[in-house]
């Protein structure tokens, strides 16, 4: 807005006086001072003064006589107005007549005053140069306006999403960004044309629900929806639309503006996801009901009975094959059957028996799948599958001893549901029903004597190598750890020698059903000699965790055994053996255990020892630790430390991550990893969370009080706490004592805690999200969530575990976890946060992808109170400037290997030609450039020091897709494995200069790939 002049300025007006006669002129200014304005006049009276004045003196106003020797006041007016075309421009004269002025104003004269009237002139100059300030001002606005209208449209004009705003009164479109082209195939003309396509375009299930809600956005409500709609070529599309209602002075809505967004990619994963999540909780609960299964047909029931329920099957059967594997007889089925069984016994019994899918798993000896019944026009069974509602099918064939005895069967109602991961899956579940399948084969009470004690109704000596093998295989396949307890009760043969075996009978029973209580369902116990028994600890990740066990079998053998009048109290040795590190097969690993028995017995009976002797070492030092920590708090030994998280996008501090450390008098500094599985043994970790609260409270208060704007500091919450019954109340007063807001404190849960008692934690996160206070996922992928369970927890955000990022760039698995969650997680509309970020390359890796902040090394170690808050003073902030960089410069050729003469010619002539050229020596650098920068093609040079080139490329085809790949080859035979992996070989014969015109095609040709398959333009 430019200023108005006030009435009496501190700056002079500058007049432009054009006036012949010394007497009109002294009369004109004397006028001009008379008005209390301060003036400064330069009087001129030629054309060609008038034109200079123009120029050198800048006017803000001219006064000019009409009549003028060999000028006139209109050839004045015309060269003012090209000059400064807003210039007032005021005619002073005592000759103009009323038709003269008339033609005067209508060529652009601002008034006139006559002579004889100068009194006039004062008033008139203020109007003049008030309302040429207004004009150029409203100039302005509208140039600013028409600037900002355009700049608007480009940006609209470039987004991916549909910007659109709708009128209530007429119902027709107001705008409609260009992005409607690309997601709906549809020009935007065709929806102005037709307000009504919006609708008509909408999946017919979806439309009922879609126009509810756009009736209630009509009242006031968000409209906020996720439907389908259909391409005209028939192709469906997930769309998300969100509009909030737009209303006039009265409070009446007027329009509807809205962004809608094409979220197919997000919920083909989101249902990949829940598929995979599905398939897992089939794999666990089968697992289950084996180790309670009794007979073959009891479990076949329940393998189906959870397929369905838990798997979410259409329908599941399994099928008995006959001796002569001629035919299969249903023997189990659950779900939606429908007389299904029936209509294809007689297929089974047919000449075309080979076609059905049941029968083909059985004659192949592997899974069969058929991703798509509708277009298996060679089953016989097509239709009736149809009728159903099935759409996809596996068979799974079950054997035992090599030969295929029975089929399982599983039909889901969609269509493409059995990807390569669910097949893995369902194959090792086939596996393991097998495995029951085997064992349940003999006659049921050979079979329990063969392999359960009669006495305790244990797992006897055969059957506990046979599980613990079995465990074994698992544990290698998954990298998990195994323990083998051999426990022997102290001082027993006194029982039955004294007393009688009967006695002592009664007394392993108690102490059998005592250790089983003990145990989890999926641990393994068997007693292994007269009194004797021996555990296998499965999935145990610490040692602190296995020794707590350990702590509670002696604890529960401890307790008195009552027997007719007798009381015994008795004790228990415990030797270890760990899995892999004590031995890798069973006998070695039960040798290995006894070997520690023994060795407990030697020091003192009533205690445990490890194989290895820094086991040993270890419990000792936890022991130590939960001996010096219980006096942590009281000694003021507790510190706060703080990591802070930062915007990938703009670079900003977000928050801060309080961690909790501690330097003991007698131990010196001691590792979060040793203490806290401690405290959360002894109980301790309760009063410690609350202190961890409390403190991070004080600093944001004393960050306040120091006038730093506080930022939000996120607090690890333990699975102790989580189960306590008065949570929300005891961070609530924690809360109002501080005085802090409770969306200044973020509350970290890990995705194991979270997934222990997941019905029961969402009412008690339900009651925090109400406070206030920020919710978050922490160490995100290491557990096994439910996507239904994790849309029902109100979070706001979840972390992607560091063990994830620390390979982001190199691992292809590692790379599509973490995209995985990341779409996952905004499908949620969940904030992302990856930990442990260490390196330039892992930062752009997940800048590209999509992850919104990022905590670790890379950015700031975590530090104490004073560090921190000097951060915070200096401002400091993640630089981001390479992540822009990257994004706008051209896509390059990296080439790797070590440098010779052929890569060094490669190099200067791809420069030659403009390219962009990156290079590196080895394997892991390049993996650092691809993560970096936009790189079209990787050039490799065969023989690489760090990976076999074929593992390289591999590795970035799954990285990075849509880059070219190519190597480069010196010699006529190529190496089987890169025509395997479909790489493509690039001959050094056509770095001849004479063949260089072949090279430039070759690489353009790569080029073309990568640019349609990433789509930005060149």
């Not at 190529?974 to 025509?979: E, H, M």
């Not at 395997?980 to 004479?994: F, H, N, Q, V």
């Amino acid at each position: 807005m430019i200023a108005i002049r006030p009435a009496e300025p501190t700056t002079a007006i500058r007049v432009l006086l054009l006036e012949d006669l010394d007497a009109d002129a002294g009369l004109t200014i004397r006028e001009l001072k008379r008005s209390g304005a301060s003036y400064d006049v330069l009087r001129v009276e030629t054309r060609e003064a008038f034109a200079e004045a123009l120029t050198t003196f800048e006017p803000d106003i001219v006064l000019s006589d009409f009549s003028l020797p060999r000028f006139d006041g209109l050839s004045a007016l015309h060269i003012a107005q090209q000059r400064y075309p807003d210039i007032p421009f005021v005619f002073v004269s005592g000759t103009i007549g009323e038709e003269r002025a008339v033609e005067a104003m209508r060529r652009g004269a601002t008034d006139y005053v006559l002579k004889e009237h100068l009194e006039r002139l004062g008033p008139v100059v203020q109007r003049a140069l008030k309302e040429s300030a207004e004009r150029q001002a409203r100039r302005k606005a509208e140039e600013d306006l028409t600037r900002t209208q355009q700049r608007l449209d480009a940006i609209l004009g470039s987004l991916v999403d549909v910007v659109w705003s709708r009128s209530i009164a007429t119902g027709e479109l107001v705008y409609l960004s260009p992005g409607i082209e690309a997601i709906y195939r549809r020009s935007t003309d065709e929806f102005h044309r037709t307000p009504s396509l919006w609708l008509d375009v909408i999946h017919v299930d979806d439309r009922a629900d879609v126009t509810r809600r756009f009736d209630a956005a009509l009242q006031g409500d968000i409209f906020d929806a996720e439907y389908r709609i259909a391409r005209p070529n028939g192709e469906i599309r997930w769309i998300h639309d969100r509009a909030h209602a737009v209303r006039d002075d009265t409070g009446t809505v007027i329009r509807l503006d809205g962004l809608a967004r094409d979220i197919t990619d997000r919920k083909v994963l989101a249902v990949r996801i829940d598929r995979l999540s599905r398939i897992r909780q089939v794999l666990g609960d089968i697992n289950g009901a084996m180790l309670r299964a009794t007979d073959r047909d009891a479990l076949l029931q329940e393998a189906c009975r959870i397929a369905v329920e838990s798997g979410q099957m259409r329908m599941a059967w399994v099928g008995i094959a006959s001796a002569d594997r001629s035919q299969i007889r249903p023997a189990a089925c659950m779900g939606h059957e429908a007389g299904y069984l029936e209509a294809i016994d007689d297929l089974l019994m047919a000449p075309e028996r080979n076609q059905v899918s049941a029968y083909r798993a059985l004659l192949q000896n592997r899974p069969f799948v058929c991703n798509d019944i509708e277009a298996d026009t060679t089953s016989p069974s097509r239709q009736a599958a149809l009728d159903r509602g099935y759409r996809s099918l596996i068979a799974l064939p079950l054997m035992v001893d090599n030969e295929v005895v029975a089929v399982f069967a599983l039909y889901a109602a969609e269509a493409n549901f059995f990807d390569e991961d669910e097949i893995q899956l369902l194959s090792e579940l086939a596996g393991d029903i097998s495995f029951e399948l085997g064992w349940l084969a003999t006659e049921e009470r050979l079979q329990f004597l063969a392999y359960y004690d009669v006495l305790t109704g244990l797992c006897n000596r055969q059957f506990l190598e046979m599980r613990l093998l079995q465990e074994l295989t698992h544990a290698q396949s998954r990298h998990e750890t195994i323990e083998v307890l051999s426990i022997d009760l102290d001082n027993f043969k006194r029982i039955n020698d004294s007393i009688g075996h009967h006695v002592g009978d009664v007394v392993l029973k108690t102490i059998a059903t005592r250790l089983t209580q003990c145990l989890s369902p999926e641990d393994v116990l068997a007693r292994y000699g007269a009194d004797e028994f021996v555990v296998v600890l499965v999935h145990r990740e610490r040692t602190v965790e296995s020794s707590r066990m350990i702590r509670r079998i002696l604890e529960t053998v401890a307790q008195p055994v009552r027997t007719g009048e007798h009381e015994f109290t008795l004790t228990a040795s415990i030797g270890v053996s760990v899995f892999p590190q004590d031995g890798t097969d069973g006998p070695t690993l039960l040798r290995n255990a006894d070997a520690a028995l023994h060795r407990a017995k030697d020091i003192g009976r009533n205690g445990f020892q490890f194989y290895a002797q820094e086991m040993n070492a270890a419990v000792t030092e936890s022991l130590v630790l939960d001996a010096n920590v219980r006096r942590a708090l009281e000694r003021d030994e507790f510190a706060l430390h703080f990591q802070p998280k930062a915007s990938v996008h703009d670079g900003a501090v977000t928050g801060f991550e309080a961690l909790l450390r501690w330097t003991s008098q007698e131990l010196g500094p001691v590792s979060p990893a040793k203490f806290i599985p401690i405290l959360e043994d002894n109980g301790l970790i309760v009063p410690i969370g609350e202190w961890v609260l409390r403190s991070a409270c004080e600093q944001i208060n004393a960050w306040r009080d120091a006038g730093i704007f506080p930022l939000p500091i996120a607090v690890n919450l333990s699975g102790v706490q989580l189960q306590q019954d008065d949570l929300d109340r005891r961070v609530e007063a924690i809360l109002t004592e501080t005085g802090v807001d409770a969306e200044l404190i973020e509350l970290e849960i890990t995705e194991t805690v979270l997934m222990r008692d997941p019905e029961r934690v969402i009412g008690t996160l339900r009651k925090l999200r109400q406070m206030g206070v920020r919710l978050s996922v922490d160490d995100f992928g290491t557990g096994y969530s439910s996507l239904s369970y994790l849309r029902s927890f109100p979070l706001d955000s979840l972390k992607i575990d560091r063990s994830f990022i620390s390979d982001v760039t190199t691992n292809p698995d590692a790379a599509l976890i973490a995209r995985t969650i990341i779409s996952m997680a905004h499908s949620l509309r969940l904030k992302v946060i990856a930990e442990g970020v260490e390196t330039g390359p892992q930062l752009a890796f997940l800048a590209t992808n999509g992850c919104d902040e990022i905590q670790g090394f890379h950015f700031a170690r975590p530090a104490d109170s004073f560090a921190t808050t000097t951060l915070l003073l200096d401002g400091r902030t993640l630089d981001i400037s390479l992540l822009r960089s990257a994004g706008e410069a051209l896509p390059a050729v990296l080439i790797i290997g070590d440098e010779d003469t052929a890569l060094t010619t490669l190099a200067a002539v791809l420069r030659d030609d403009g390219r962009r050229v990156l290079s590196a020596s080895t394997a892991s650098a390049g993996f650092e450039h691809l993560a970096s920068e936009r790189i079209g093609l990787v050039l490799a040079n065969h023989g690489i020091s760090d990976m076999a080139t074929p593992e390289l490329l591999d590795r970035v085809k799954d990285l990075y897709p849509a880059t070219a790949r190519m190597v480069l080859v010196r010699t006529a035979n190529v190496d089987p494995a890169l025509t395997a992996a479909g790489i493509e070989t690039l001959g050094a014969s056509l770095l001849d200069p004479e063949r260089r015109d072949a090279l430039r095609r070759r690489i353009d040709i790569a080029f073309d790939r990568y640019y349609r398959s990433s789509g930005p333009k060149r």
